[in-house]
Nanobody, 127 residues
């Protein structure tokens, strides 16, 4: 059983940056592909970014390409989401997710691909 704990959310202004972190425990981190999702008020949870277990392959939602960067540090059992040039539409609860995989190159963009989820961290853009 893997436990995921997100941190780094907060209240920021448009154009600011934030780095979210997701610390994993209870499993062998480098056997899990990881993803970030978000859920805005009144909307369904939506894919943001994914990274392979090796960290070499990444994939992004179109609207965050060039602004967000997903990365991982397998030695620290942590995945990150660096968010730059934040926009009001980025306001949401951000969740990290993990799924075990035998593939070093695979990444996953559907929430039902993932086995484990964190509790979420709130990111709010002030108007």
């Amino acid at each position: 059983q893997v436990q995921l704990v997100e941190s780094g959310g907060g209240l920021v202004q448009a154009g600011d940056s934030l780095r979210l972190a997701c610390a994993a425990s209870g499993g062998t981190f480098n056997t899990y592909a990881m993803g970030w999702f978000r859920q805005a008020p009144g909307k369904e949870r939506d894919f943001v970014a994914a990274i392979s277990r090796s960290g070499i392959w990444t994939y992004y939602k179109d609207s965050v390409k060039g602004r967000f960067t997903i990365s991982r540090d397998n030695a620290k059992n942590t995945v990150y989401l660096q968010m730059n040039s934040l926009k009001p539409e980025d306001t949401a609860v951000y969740y990290c997710a993990a799924r075990s995989t035998g593939s070093r190159s695979s990444y996953y963009a559907r929430d039902d691909d993932y086995e484990y989820w964190g509790q979420g961290t709130q990111v709010t853009l002030s108007s």
